[in-house]
């Protein structure tokens, strides 16, 4: 069932949808016209619904996609550009922007749900930013990513700090310094994303790959993606040390020792998500 997660006029459709695939949630960007830019209420809708999603029990795992041909251009810059009659030129809502998108973006990497990108068609500065926050990404076969804001005199610093952690430095310094944009295979081969799949499939094909990871326990999942962003940001050492400890706490919980119970009797595990 579809449901409005942002306040619009009545004669507007919702900017973002929500709907539940079984246990996935899929969030849907619905700005076509503006090719999903990332308005102040885009912002606020995505932060909202990852918030209210992160509390229902009845989600396991979330998809976010897209309308249109393009699953996101970025910020909003027709937004930002009213602001510069601002007596600070829009330094302020600037700031307050830029804050209030990388809380969002962090909301998709904090949350303790497997969170899938379905990307049909371009995602360019902050919507690749998207693409690289989430934990994996499906692309349509007709999917392209840039960061171009270096075309436009603003370097795509935000999204970098994504991109970055998802592809090797050299090639998201190209990205970042070219602008151009890259297909949907050469996102694979580096990384940015997991597969490409035909075009007009690859909603279906995120949405198969969150209820697989949904089948497993929520529990796991959850201690599990926490631990894999903690440990990235150590030295090895720091890491190994970290991984043992969640390990150690991970083999006490119920799931573990059902689950190692279960493939011992040969026999489906019975998750209690704890």
């Known amino acids: 069932m579809t449901r409005q997660t942002a306040r ?7 900017i973002l949808l929500r709907e539940q ?3 996935v949630a899929v969030l849907t960007l619905n700005r076509p016209d503006a090719r999903n830019s990332l308005s102040e ?9 990852l918030r209210d999603i992160g509390d229902d029990a009845s989600v396991r795992a979330v998809v976010i996609a897209a309308t249109g041909k393009a699953f996101s251009a970025g910020h909003d810059m027709k937004e930002l550009t009213t602001r510069r009659s601002d007596a600070d030129r829009g330094r302020a809502y600037f700031a307050e922007i830029m804050t209030a998108c990388s809380t969002m973006m962090q909301a998709i990497v904090h949350l303790p749900k497997p969170v899938v990108a379905a990307v049909q068609g371009v995602a360019t500065a902050a919507g690749c930013q998207i693409v690289a926050s989430c934990d994996l990404a499906i692309a ?4 392209t990513f840039a960061t171009p804001g270096v075309d436009i ?3 795509c610093s935000t999204p970098m700090v994504a991109l970055s952690r998802n592809v090797p430095r050299k090639q998201a310094m190209e990205m970042l310094l070219t602008g151009e944009p890259i ?5 694979r ?7 490409v799949v035909p075009a007009g499939t690859e909603r279906d094909a995120a949405i198969e790959l969150a209820q697989k990871v949904a089948r497993k326990s929520a529990y796991t999942i959850k201690i599990g993606k926490a631990a894999f962003y903690r440990q990235a940001e150590m030295s090895l050492t720091e890491a190994y040390r970290y991984a043992a400890e969640v390990m150690t706490e991970n083999m006490m919980a119920h799931d573990a020792e059902e689950g190692i119970g279960a493939f011992i009797e040969k026999r489906e595990p019975k998750w209690q998500d704890k």
């Open 8 to 14: 619009a006029p009545i004669s507007q459709s919702p």
């Open 21 to 23: 695939a079984g246990d």
């Open 41 to 49: 209420g885009m912002i606020e809708a995505l932060t909202e619904a």
């Open 140 to 143: 349509s076969e007709a999917a």
């Open 153 to 155: 005199g603003l370097f």
């Open 183 to 187: 297909s949907a295979t050469t996102a």
């Open 189 to 195: 081969d580096i990384g940015l994303v997991n597969r």
